[in-house]
């Protein structure tokens, strides 16, 4: 016979928070990759001679950025899940400046390819 685990509310808790968490980052993920091929579609055939095209570097950038520490940070869930819903001070840290980065970059990414599109369509 197996030994059973028994979970508390607390541990039960934070695991399904680290999960709800990784399910997060996974949606940024696609997110940030289809709007990187939105963007490359955009660029081949709706704007010949576009506009303000530093915005296409600030966008393709920051998507990129986004996908990296989404990434980072997936990991890391996972290993919290792996360790009974509890991460490690070091690995909450990091975690934690994962979670700041890859947003802020996914906000810049998406602000920029929307002025972008705003800019351009209106030509």
């Known amino acids: 016979m197996k030994p059973s685990i028994e979970y508390t509310k ?3 808790a934070n695991e399904e928070s680290l999960k709800l968490s990784y399910d997060l980052f996974k949606h940024i993920t696609t997110l940030n990759t289809g709007t ?3 963007l490359i579609t955009f660029l081949e055939k709706l704007f010949q001679n576009p506009s303000w095209k ?3 570097s ?3 950038v920051s998507f990129i950025i986004s996908i990296i520490f989404s990434i980072v940070i997936m990991f890391f ?3 919290g899940i792996a360790d009974f819903g509890e991460l ?3 690995e909450t840290k ?3 400046w994962s979670f700041i980065i890859s947003i802020v970059f996914f906000i810049i990414g998406i602000f920029s390819f929307v002025l ?3 800019v351009n369509f209106n030509k």
Do not use: D, H, N, P
């Open 94 to 96: 990091i975690a934690r």
């Open 116 to 118: 972008f599109a705003l």
């Open 88 to 90: 490690e001070k070091i």
């Open 77 to 79: 869930l996972a290993q």
């Open 10 to 12: 607390q541990e039960k």
């Open 36 to 38: 990187l091929l939105i």
């Open 58 to 60: 600030v966008s393709f």
């Open 54 to 56: 530093f915005l296409v």
